[in-house]
């Protein structure tokens, strides 16, 4: 029975490496994921139509929600939401780098900013156009933390990140990077 199941891992972790090679375009492709308060931030790996890839931090911004009760599912609730995506690099070294940065900026003074490139989603998988956002520090009760501000569909939007979520995914990309190094 052991061997079974070490025989299964070993396939699943072949077929796992296979497929992340295989990119198709306009499709996002998970390497880390961590949560702050209710929040999820997600770093993934995009394939455009030019056959570019890119590494990229979704930030999505929750527009609050709708709470309605219907009677056959019970009580739903709807809420709608704003997505950018930071741009993080062509590659694993750039990726490391830009995160290095952003965890970088905590020991500035409180109010420094910074503009940094990221895409909009197309309200599906795909990124849109390219977009500036501002990365502001900002010192909060619970200390510092990044209040990254861009453009929603219908008002302005902002995501806060902190210290502790970038080391998080500077952590995760450096364990994906020993499962799925790049060639």
Do not use: W
Not at 14 to 20: F, G, H, I, K, P
Not at 31 to 44: A, G, K, P, V, W
Not at 70 to 90: R, V
Not at 168 to 178: A, N, W
């Amino acid at each position: 029975m052991k061997r079974i199941l070490i025989s299964l891992a070993i396939a699943c972790i072949t077929l796992c490496s296979y497929a992340q090679k295989n990119l198709p375009v306009g499709m996002r492709s998970e390497i880390t994921e961590t949560e702050q308060n209710d929040d999820t931030f997600s770093l993934f790996k995009y394939k455009d139509q030019d056959e570019s890839v890119g590494y990229y931090l979704s930030l999505l911004h929750t527009n609050g929600s709708v709470s309605f009760e219907i009677l056959e599912m019970g009580n739903t609730s709807i809420s709608s939401f704003d997505e950018c995506c930071l741009y993080l690099g062509e590659n694993y070294d750039q990726v490391l780098e830009t995160l290095t940065g952003l965890v970088d900026l905590f020991s500035e003074p409180s109010g420094t900013t910074r503009e940094l490139e990221a895409r909009r989603s197309n309200g599906a998988e795909g990124l849109a156009d390219s977009i500036t956002v501002n990365c502001i520090l900002r010192k909060g009760l619970l200390g510092k933390h990044l209040a990254i501000q861009f453009e929603g569909r219908n008002h302005p939007a902002e995501v806060q990140l902190s210290k502790s979520t970038l080391k998080s995914l500077i952590s995760g990309v450096k364990f994906y990077r020993k499962l799925h190094p790049e060639k």
